[in-house]
């Protein structure tokens, strides 16, 4: 299908939202195709109508396929389909019951729940697919709200040159909020497929940052506003939305003219029927004015239009009875035989009929507990084409940020908001004419246009990208947790951490740069440095190949270190001649490229060369070799580990090294750092969690616990040499003398210097 209204030069635009523009609903008379409400649609759909392009959306509602063909609103339509389940689950499930709270902070009101999130983890994915479908490669994908987090990575996946932005309607939360969320981590991930993310203010965006520094370790740069995130950089921005301002203005013009005078002022509320937007803490507000003064009795009326909204989630039925009695007992407490305190429309009006409301309206009333933006704000701004009115404004919207000249008030605080109120009422034509002539212009200026040609133009812009890893990153990460005050203890995996992973443990040597950086830091009186490897013991410290460090092999069941005495976990007297039978068994699945490495008690199956056709298949029975043996199996890079089932790994091994080393207080006295790649590298990193700064090398797809992330050994390099060069500590009492402590689970013997 062609494009329609394409603007020549413009790059066309593929747009993804929850909602299609039209929501297509079976009456008697057959499929009737009507607005999709909210500000989402309002702000974007106009922006498809003159560029032309793609909008995927969900139809909302079992639309017969064709049916979109018949649209003719000038770009072209794709629906998601989804089953009635899978709307409950991942729109009224994970969207409005999870993150919409969420995203307002109103966190007592959000609900976890597992099979929601599959399913939203699915939609995502569905999204994904059909804008892979849809996509020639040559757009510019914009991606809208909260719905849609995921479907950015599941894109990128298929697409990796693809551009893709993001814009997020919502506020962002606090990271101490966002991280309530069970699955923070993959939503962050997802949003950061994108190369542009675009919030409505500086103060969502800056959340955005701590959340995927401190939950990703994603690497930050605040006075660019640029993430590093698996060797991808997205930037981020702040673009506050417009309205479209003339047509608004043009509507107010036109609409006819009140039929009577009226003798009251009107103060108006415009909402979708939601908690966020305090509906009911506006009535009381409004109660408070006639209570505080009631001069305005009789003579003020509030006129609340909600819009019904999301009436399948209980809190919004709720809210809906909340408001029903509120209204019902404002009304019966002040209403006189020819005035009503309150009027309130529960239903939808016509544009044209809102412009009328907003241009007749004395004061808009906009208090939201939390609002990503708010367009009725400015919606009634537009429209203020006669004598001017006042637009009394939450400061916890968005819209606060830049609409200076509103009087603000802070919707929790009834009196403060009923005094707000009362002062918009009483302000003389001059103070208003001054306030509502610069917020015209403002928003005049700032309109939609702008927003969507802001935001266009920065997607379509060069990509950035940090400078590499260096020594401020680490200044910034490490200074402070490294004063001087602390020795270092500095534990390296090998593998994948101090050197790239190759086709044969063999072949993977230090290079000489490694090699140095170790060495001069291994040199400082305040650094003490392990290797910690899967690796035979004997094998690691022949390809380290330097003395005064402190070697773990066998994932920690062996240690020699100086200063310590030597450690084998007596356990593993019992898997001797286990292991050599399992070697035996394990022979028979050596074939098409696969091998054996034997390391004494532990063995790892190596199935990295084998074929693709038959690597599941050999997989399968090598793990199922190693269960039978009474082994354990674990996944490590192209290989099976097989491990002795002793309640050990590298987190207990770095425990004991800590201990034996510096004491049981070593945490006094001690800073620890651990670098590492692997799966196995994981139980330190859990282990270690709040004691330590830990750094994950590698793919961002893979889940950590570590604090950070390093993209490669080249990052590991530049972090072991600043190390090296960092400012030297105070002296520190030598590692304690009761290194002999036995932990219970070990043999010891004294080992010295030239042991190891
Ligand atoms: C989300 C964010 C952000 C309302 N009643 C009628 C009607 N409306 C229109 C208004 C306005 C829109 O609905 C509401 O927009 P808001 O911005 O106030 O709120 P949300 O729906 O929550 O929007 C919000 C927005 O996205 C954009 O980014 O500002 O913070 O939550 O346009 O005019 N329209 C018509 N009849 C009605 O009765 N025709």
């Not at 039925?317 to 529960?346: C, H, M, Q």
């Not at 939808?348 to 933006?373: E, H, I, Q």
Request: charged share 30%.
């Amino acid at each position: 299908m062609a494009v329609k209204n394409q603007k020549a030069g413009a790059r066309p635009i593929l747009v993804a939202s929850n909602r299609l523009p039209y929501t297509f609903v079976r009456t008697a008379t057959g499929i009737e195709q009507r607005p999709s409400p909210g500000g989402l649609v309002a702000a974007v759909e106009p922006v498809l109508r003159k560029r032309g392009g793609t909008w995927i959306g969900w139809p909302g509602g079992d639309l017969p396929e064709g049916q979109l063909d018949a649209d003719d609103a000038g770009y072209r339509v794709a629906a998601v389909e989804m089953t009635e389940s899978e709307v409950s689950r991942y729109y009224h499930g994970f969207s409005n019951r999870t993150l919409w709270p969420l995203l307002h902070s109103m966190t007592d009101r959000a609900r976890f729940a597992v099979r929601d999130w599959e399913t939203y983890v699915r939609i995502n994915e569905r999204f994904g697919e059909v804008a892979v479908r849809e996509s020639d490669g040559s757009e510019i994908i914009w991606i809208h709200d909260y719905h849609l987090l995921l479907a950015p990575a599941s894109i990128r996946r298929e697409r990796p040159d693809a551009r893709l932005s993001f814009f997020l309607h919502t506020p962002f939360p606090p990271y101490d909020i966002f991280r309530l969320l069970p699955w923070d981590r993959e939503l962050l991930r997802g949003m950061l497929a994108c190369d542009l993310i675009g919030f409505h203010v500086r103060g969502y965006a800056q959340n955005f940052l701590d959340c995927v520094e401190r939950s990703l370790g994603a690497r930050v740069n605040q006075d660019e506003m640029l993430v590093e995130y698996g060797g991808r950089t997205t930037k981020i921005e702040s673009h506050p939305i417009g309205i479209e301002f003339d047509e608004f203005e043009q509507l107010a013009i036109d609409a006819p003219a009140a039929s009577q005078s009226r003798r009251e002022q009107v103060v108006l509320g415009v909402d979708r029927l939601d908690y966020t937007k305090g509906i009911p803490e506006r009535f009381k507000a409004f109660e408070r004015l006639l209570e505080l003064h009631p001069e305005h009795r009789e003579k003020v009326t509030l006129l609340q239009l909600a819009v019904p909204s999301r009436s399948q989630v209980a809190e919004y039925r709720n809210l809906k009875r909340e408001i029903d009695e509120t209204v019902g007992r404002i009304n019966g407490r002040f209403a006189t035989s020819n005035w009503s305190p309150i009027r309130y429309l529960y239903r939808s009006v016509t544009r044209k009929r809102l412009a009328a409301l907003y241009r007749d309206a004395d004061v808009a009333l906009v208090t939201p507990l939390r609002d990503g933006m708010n367009l009725v704000a400015k919606e009634f701004v537009a429209c203020q084409v006669g004598p001017p009115g006042v637009l009394v404004l939450s400061k916890l919207a968005g819209a606060a940020n830049t609409m200076r000249e509103v009087l603000r008030v802070n919707p929790y605080d009834v009196d403060g908001t009923a005094e707000g109120l009362h002062r918009a009422l009483e302000m003389g034509e001059h103070e208003r004419r001054s306030r509502m002539t610069a917020l015209r212009n403002r928003e005049r200026r700032d309109d939609l246009e702008h927003w969507v040609t802001g935001f266009l133009a920065s997607a379509a812009g060069s990509r950035r990208s940090l400078v590499p890893l260096g020594d401020a990153d680490f200044e910034a990460w490490l200074a402070d947790f490294l004063s001087r005050r602390y020795r270092l203890a500095l534990f390296l995996d090998y593998d994948g951490t101090l050197t790239p992973l190759t086709d044969h443990p063999s072949k993977a040597k230090l290079s000489k740069k490694m090699r140095g950086a170790l060495e001069a830091c291994a040199a400082r009186d305040d650094t003490d440095i392990a290797v910690i490897s899967g690796r035979a013991i004997e094998d690691v410290k022949a390809m380290v190949k330097q003395p005064n460090l402190t070697f773990a092999g066998n994932h920690g069941l062996q240690i020699v270190g100086t200063d310590m005495p030597e450690f084998i976990h007596e356990d593993l007297i019992h898997y001797r001649e286990r292991a050599d039978e399992l070697c035996r068994s394990l022979q028979k699945l050596a074939v098409g490229g696969a091998w054996i490495e034997a390391k004494g008690p532990t063995l790892t199956y190596h199935y990295r060369a084998v074929a693709d056709d038959v690597r599941d298949k050999l997989i399968e029975e090598a793990r199922s070799i190693i269960q039978m043996a009474g082994y354990q199996d674990r996944d490590a890079h192209c290989a099976v580990e097989a491990r002795p089932p002793i309640g050990w790994d590298k987190g207990r091994a770095v425990l004991h090294i800590l201990r034996t080393r510096y004491g049981p207080a070593w945490s006094e006295s001690v800073r620890v750092v651990y670098v590492g790649d692997d799966q196995t590298d994981e139980d330190a990193f859990r282990f270690l969690a709040g004691l330590a700064t830990t750094f994950r090398v590698g793919s961002p797809d893979t889940s950590t616990a570590a604090t950070r992330r390093l993209p490669d050994v080249s990052a590991v390099l530049s972090l072991i040499d600043w190390l090296s060069r960092r400012p030297e500590s105070e002296p520190t009492p030598t590692p304690a003398s009761e290194s002999t402590r036995d932990s219970g689970h070990t043999r010891t013997r004294q080992s010295t210097r030239s042991q190891t």
